[in-house]
Each structure stands twice: as structure tokens, then as C-alpha cells.
């Protein structure tokens, strides 16, 4: 009798140690957290506070969802001359006050930025002066901001104010520049919410 004998390979054994892939994992997670931290910090918009006094950028395309308005279309020499209405809002990019006020400016803009001019002045844009003339923003300016100055078709002040102002106020003055008929005879709008910053007018329910 005959037996045949196969060698079979002997097994390979393979020595893996305990936690690698743990610790691989752990390597990868610490990388995942350290590039968002950098995109947070490259990224002003995620860390935008509308209750701080700190730089987050063009306030009005932030807290009012409006970047057209800044810059302005027009100069106040050219509103002038054309003998258009010309609403001057001074502000800083870095006020509290500013930021929550950009709300208001962008819903006045609405009913009237057709037919007036909407400049919002940087205060850091006006030039240093002893003097100015009634065609230049810092003629206006009085050292505080937000300040608001509504001027009507002639180049007259119908409006300054400063400090958060309610629309109402701003918009009593618009209906005297257009000779509109007055709010308690019109119709009611009231305040919507449509996100954490902004709200808008609507017709109240009658």
C-alpha cells in the first residue's frame, strides 16, 4: 500500500497590534477639527454677531440681506442736481447700533427706493474738513451713529435724527416729502419675521 502525502503550506500568522486602527481613526477626527476651526476663522459671515460691536463685514448684505446698498448708486451732488428725495444714512460696519438699524433702511427701500436716492455714508469715508458744503455727506454728519437725514426734492432736511429709529417715523416723513396720505388712512402694514435678522411689511388682515 501506498500513501501519499501533500505538504500543505503552514499558515502565515500575522501579527496585528492592539488599537491601530483606533488610533487612526483618532488621527483623522483631530485633522477633520483643526481644518474647520481654520474655515470658521477664515469665514467672518459664520462668526457674525448682531449684538457686538465687532467688524463682520458689509452690515447691510449680513443683518438686511441687501448689498445693493452699499455702495450707493449715485452721490449726494448727483441726487441733488437730479432733484431727488436723498435718504443719508451714516453708519459704521462695527456698531451694534448700525447693524441692527440695516433691517430698517432695507425695508424703507422697498416702497421708496424707486423714487428716492438711498445713501448709506461710511463715516470713515467722510474727509477730514473744517468745512463743508450742503452737497457733501459730512455737511450732515453730527458725530454719532446710526444718524439719519432725509432730504427732499429741493435739498431741505425733513428728517434728522439719530439712534435706532422705527420705520414708522421714517416712513411719516417719506409720506410728507411725496405728499402721501398719512398711515391711519392707508393701508396697515405690519411687521412679519422671516429670519433671525430681517422682517418685512405686510398688509394687516382686515
Not at 457686538?52 to 441726487?79: H, M, Q
Not at 431741505?156 to 439719530?162: C, P, Q
Request: aromatic letters at 10%; one cysteine or more.
Amino acid at each position: 500500500m501506498i500513501f501519499n502525502f501533500r505538504r500543505f503550506p503552514a499558515p502565515i500568522l500575522i501579527a496585528h497590534q492592539p488599537g491601530g486602527r483606533h488610533r487612526v481613526a483618532c488621527v483623522l477626527l483631530s485633522l477633520v477639527a483643526f481644518l474647520s476651526c481654520l474655515w470658521l476663522i477664515g469665514t467672518p459671515s459664520a462668526l457674525a454677531g448682531l449684538n457686538d460691536d465687532k467688524f463682520d463685514g458689509n452690515i447691510f448684505a449680513l443683518y438686511a440681506g441687501n448689498g445693493s446698498l452699499v455702495p450707493p448708486r449715485v452721490t449726494l451732488t448727483e441726487s441733488l442736481s437730479r432733484e431727488r428725495p436723498s435718504l443719508l444714512v451714516f453708519y459704521l460696519d462695527d456698531s451694534r447700533d448700525c447693524k441692527q438699524y440695516a433691517a430698517v433702511i432695507s425695508q424703507l427701500q422697498a416702497p421708496y427706493g424707486r423714487a428716492a436716492n438711498f445713501l448709506p455714508i461710511s463715516i470713515d469715508s467722510i474727509p477730514l474738513k473744517s468745512k463743508y458744503k450742503p452737497t457733501e455727506p459730512g455737511y450732515y454728519y453730527q458725530g454719532l451713529v446710526p444718524q439719519t437725514v432725509l432730504l427732499d426734492q429741493k435739498g431741505k432736511v425733513v428728517l434728522n435724527v439719530t439712534g435706532q429709529v422705527p420705520y414708522e417715523q421714517v416712513d411719516d416723513a417719506f409720506r410728507k416729502v411725496f405728499d402721501l396720505l398719512p398711515r391711519s388712512e392707508s393701508v396697515e402694514l405690519k411687521r412679519r419675521a422671516f429670519n433671525e435678522f430681517n422682517t418685512e411689511l405686510v398688509e394687516g388682515e382686515r
